[in-house]
């Protein structure tokens, strides 16, 4: 009940600002190093009310009895709460739960799709079914398992029929998103070739896709080039794997397959471009 003290107290406490003079002395009290700003309405109203002076430049509590009675539990019971900073907060905190949320089901919703495309195609024998299950895979980003199903389910047999059997009108752009997904993964042996044929026939005859032809083209482009270094014949490998990488920069495959070749030609640094390219 001290004169003084209830001076700053009223002071403070029924000021206008009381949250801005607070703040700033509440930097003060922590130590924080606050230069004196003679023009500074908020520094001048706490000077004004005793609670801090300056001293070699810089703001100090005035004594150490202001220092032990305005402490930091005075600060907190008398700043306002800042609503909005709750509020934002709260908000925050909801959005981040929401996207949480939506991401959970965003997961498990793809989780379900992908199982039914691999229980789909693991529970028939229909080339079109299993052709509309990869490629459901592939576009919901499961390449992985695509090409599991693919490679470890299937017979070698089995992958030769898949295309031979399937309808290129009723899965056309189904059956070119599951060659695009695969055929870059295949070596250059007589098995893999004639796969490589068989992706390449149906989709000569699909309508309305323009992927497919060039895919169908380049495809057959890569098989000459195959065809060519099996006979030895490496300059003219070369020239047809530079042509499939013109029409098509972004398969391993073939940018693997000239490098083979240009090592049988004795050209190591063409061969190590193409290796580091793949």
Same mark, same amino acid.
């Given at each position: ?9 009223? @002071? ?10 607070? +703040? ?5 009290? #922590? ?40 402490? !930091? ?18 908000? #925050? ?47 919901? @980003? ?30 056309? #752009?189904?059956? +070119? ?6 055929? #870059? ?9 004639? !796969? ?8 000569? &005859? ?6 497919? @032809? ?12 195959? &065809? ?35 090592? &049988? ?5 063409? &061969? ?7």
């Amino acid at each position: 009940k001290e004169t003084n003290l209830q001076f700053v107290r009223d @002071g403070v406490e029924n000021s206008p600002r009381r949250d801005k003079l607070l +703040t700033l002395y509440r930097q003060v009290y #922590t130590g924080k190093e606050i230069i004196e700003d003679k023009r500074s309405p908020d520094q001048i109203r706490l000077k004004l009310f005793g609670l801090v002076r300056a001293e070699d430049g810089f703001l100090q509590v005035r004594n150490k009895i202001y220092h032990q009675v305005f402490n !930091l539990d005075w600060i907190k019971e008398n700043t306002p709460v800042d609503w909005s900073r709750y509020w934002i907060g709260m908000l #925050t905190i909801l959005g981040v739960l929401l996207i949480g949320v939506i991401g959970f089901f965003t997961y498990w919703q793809k989780q379900q799709s992908a199982q039914t495309y691999i229980d789909n195609f693991r529970e028939t024998t229909s080339a079109d079914v299993r052709i509309t299950s990869l490629a459901g895979l592939f576009d919901l @980003g499961e390449e992985e398992q695509a090409k599991k199903l693919f490679f470890e389910d299937l017979t070698p047999e089995e992958r030769l029929r898949l295309f031979q059997e399937a309808d290129p009108q009723a899965v056309g #752009t189904q059956l +070119t998103t599951v060659v695009k997904g695969i055929y #870059t993964d295949l070596e250059n042996d007589e098995t893999n070739n004639n !796969l490589l044929k068989a992706m390449a026939q149906p989709l000569e &005859a699909i309508e309305d896709d323009t992927r497919a @032809g060039k895919l169908a083209t380049e495809i057959e482009q890569w098989l000459q080039g195959r &065809a060519f270094f099996n006979q030895d014949e490496y300059q003219q490998a070369v020239g047809a794997y530079t042509l499939v990488i013109a029409q098509n920069d972004h398969n391993p495959g073939t940018y693997f397959d000239r490098g083979i070749a240009h090592t &049988a030609l004795n050209q190591p640094e063409q &061969a190590l471009a193409d290796f580091e390219k793949a």
